[in-house]
């Protein structure tokens, strides 16, 4: 009796990390292909650009938009509501809050020491310079006009607190609208009723669909990253890395150290977890933080990674991550610090030990507050470089290579995410333990 082979279509799929690697590889290759050989100015490639590669790219990214502010919103109600209490919620929030500071201030101080001891500012060619500050002096004035309009101080705190939480999620005011979700949240904790309930099950319902219609969106995911990556490579090769090698070496070097070293310590020390089985295991979440330059956009995917493959309880890891896509952005903070002091070596700006404290105190907080979007952290590098006296309208000199840093310290910032959700549950799991032997 012969026994039957298993049928192509019964074989395992692809994981979608693989396809979104082949993607990427495919994207790069590609587009340094036609940028050698055709040159980014040629006619055809900038209408292949324009109207099929990078509205593909943008479609897929306003598709996952769509749907973040319902997925946050009852991602986070839901994981509040299934704590339980309000003491479990307090443990988890104080826990996350704290990691969050310290690990946020020791990404600023690794980026500010690099970038005072390598200086990569002072060795940028001055006429390249000039020429890369026309080309994005358009830009760059936006941006420094939209860093006016940050909120400041005690505005800053006044704006967590939406007075319309419909105006704040059309604004895409993510820290107001988890702030209605933490309220909701809470009230349904401290709420025990039937209609209470009823409530929370709509919710949860609410959350089932969102991760449902993206899990659909994901699937394009691959497409996209093809067409991320042929529009960089495409449109500015490797030239742009090299005119700023030392600047893009230092945040990538920066970011890398504190990738490899400080979530290796925090994971074994503070959760007793493996680095390595870690790592493996978010290999999907950071090849769709890499592609996307989101956490925002990443955070279905890094959700359903920290349930199906790390093991986190979904109620802390829903709290933890959907907190993090705003409030936890380590990689942001760090590219934040070094970019500041780049461009005051730039400018010939002496900042002192006391100038570079406020700088760091401030990227923590710009690191709690940016936008988890592409390109989400420049109106505070604006706003930073005017605090302490460095000509805001520099960021044009950065503009050519954001995309890509973007690209790397997103992928930090989730990888911080889900470190966090990783140490705090292991923190939970143990006070649960303690209370139940007591």
Same mark, same amino acid.
């Given at each position: 009796?012969?026994?039957?082979?298993?049928?192509?279509?019964?074989?395992?799929?692809?994981?979608?990390?693989?396809?979104?690697? !082949?993607?990427?590889?495919? /994207? $790069?290759? =590609?587009?340094?292909?036609?940028?050698?050989? *055709? +040159?980014? #100015?040629?006619?055809?490639?900038?209408?292949?650009?324009?109207?099929?590669?990078?509205?593909?790219?943008?479609?897929?990214?306003?598709?996952?938009?769509?749907?973040?502010?319902?997925?946050?919103?009852?991602?986070?109600?839901?994981?509040?509501?299934?704590?339980?209490?309000?003491?479990?919620?307090?443990?988890?929030?104080?826990?996350?809050?704290?990691?969050?500071?310290?690990?946020?201030? !020791?990404?600023?101080?690794? /980026? $500010?020491? =690099?970038?005072?001891?390598?200086?990569?500012? *002072? +060795?940028? #060619?001055?006429?390249?310079?000039?020429?890369?500050?026309?080309?994005?002096?358009?830009?760059?004035?936006?941006?420094?006009?939209?860093?006016?309009?940050?909120?400041?101080?005690?505005?800053?705190?006044?704006?967590?607190?939406?007075?319309?939480?419909?105006?704040?999620?059309?604004?895409?005011?993510?820290?107001?609208?988890?702030?209605?979700?933490?309220?909701?949240?809470?009230?349904?904790?401290?709420?025990?009723?039937?209609?209470?309930?009823?409530?929370?099950?709509?919710?949860?319902?609410?959350?089932?669909?969102?991760?449902?219609?993206?899990?659909?969106?994901?699937?394009?995911?691959?497409?996209?990253?093809?067409?991320?990556?042929?529009?960089?490579?495409?449109?500015?090769?490797?030239?742009?890395?090299?005119?700023?090698?030392?600047?893009?070496?230092?945040?990538?070097?920066?970011?890398?150290?504190?990738?490899?070293?400080?979530?290796?310590?925090?994971?074994?020390?503070?959760?007793?977890?493996?680095?390595?089985?870690?790592?493996?295991?978010?290999?999907?979440?950071?090849?769709?933080?890499?592609?996307?330059?989101?956490?925002?956009?990443?955070?279905?995917?890094?959700?359903?990674?920290?349930?199906?493959?790390?093991?986190?309880?979904?109620?802390?890891?829903?709290?933890?991550?959907?907190?993090?896509?705003?409030?936890?952005?380590?990689?942001?903070?760090?590219?934040?610090?070094?970019?500041?002091?780049?461009?005051?070596?730039?400018?010939?700006?002496?900042?002192?030990?006391?100038?570079?404290?406020?700088?760091?105190?401030?990227?923590?907080?710009?690191?709690?507050?940016?936008?988890?979007?592409?390109?989400?952290?420049?109106?505070?590098?604006?706003?930073?470089?005017?605090?302490?006296?460095?000509?805001?309208?520099?960021?044009?000199?950065?503009?050519?290579?954001?995309?890509?840093?973007?690209?790397?310290?997103?992928?930090?910032?989730?990888?911080?995410?889900?470190?966090?959700?990783?140490?705090?549950?292991?923190?939970?799991?143990?006070?649960?333990?303690?209370?139940?032997?007591?």
């Amino acid at each position: 009796m012969s026994v039957p082979t298993p049928s192509a279509s019964a074989r395992e799929p692809l994981p979608l990390h693989w396809k979104m690697a !082949i993607g990427f590889t495919l /994207g $790069l290759s =590609l587009g340094l292909f036609v940028y050698y050989s *055709a +040159g980014s #100015d040629a006619g055809w490639v900038q209408a292949l650009t324009k109207y099929v590669t990078q509205p593909a790219g943008q479609l897929f990214l306003r598709l996952i938009f769509m749907l973040v502010i319902p997925l946050l919103f009852s991602a986070l109600v839901v994981g509040i509501a299934e704590m339980g209490d309000i003491r479990s919620l307090g443990r988890v929030g104080w826990r996350t809050l704290l990691y969050t500071v310290l690990v946020s201030g !020791i990404a600023v101080v690794i /980026g $500010l020491v =690099l970038v005072n001891w390598l200086e990569p500012g *002072a +060795g940028v #060619d001055p006429a390249v310079a000039q020429q890369m500050l026309d080309e994005g002096s358009e830009r760059a004035s936006a941006i420094v006009r939209s860093s006016v309009d940050q909120p400041t101080g005690i505005d800053m705190v006044l704006a967590i607190v939406p007075d319309n939480v419909i105006r704040a999620a059309a604004d895409n005011a993510i820290l107001a609208v988890m702030f209605f979700a933490l309220m909701v949240g809470i009230g349904l904790v401290m709420t025990k009723s039937p209609a209470a309930a009823t409530l929370q099950g709509t919710i949860e319902g609410l959350f089932e669909v969102s991760m449902t219609l993206i899990g659909l969106v994901i699937r394009l995911a691959p497409y996209a990253v093809f067409c991320f990556m042929f529009n960089l490579a495409a449109l500015f090769g490797w030239d742009l890395l090299v005119r700023l090698g030392s600047y893009v070496m230092v945040v990538v070097l920066a970011l890398a150290l504190h990738m490899l070293v400080v979530y290796s310590l925090l994971l074994k020390l503070a959760g007793g977890y493996s680095p390595i089985a870690f790592f493996k295991g978010i290999q999907e979440a950071m090849v769709m933080a890499f592609s996307t330059a989101s956490s925002n956009a990443t955070l279905p995917t890094a959700l359903r990674v920290a349930e199906e493959r790390l093991g986190l309880p979904r109620q802390i890891s829903r709290f933890v991550l959907t907190v993090g896509a705003t409030a936890n952005q380590n990689g942001t903070a760090l590219f934040e610090g070094v970019t500041v002091l780049f461009l005051a070596q730039f400018f010939g700006v002496e900042l002192s030990l006391s100038q570079q404290i406020i700088v760091m105190f401030v990227c923590i907080l710009g690191g709690i507050g940016t936008a988890g979007v592409p390109a989400g952290s420049l109106p505070v590098v604006a706003l930073i470089c005017a605090m302490v006296g460095v000509p805001p309208e520099g960021i044009g000199l950065i503009l050519g290579v954001d995309r890509f840093l973007d690209m790397c310290r997103t992928t930090l910032n989730v990888t911080g995410d889900l470190a966090i959700a990783t140490v705090v549950s292991r923190g939970e799991i143990a006070a649960a333990g303690s209370l139940e032997a007591a």
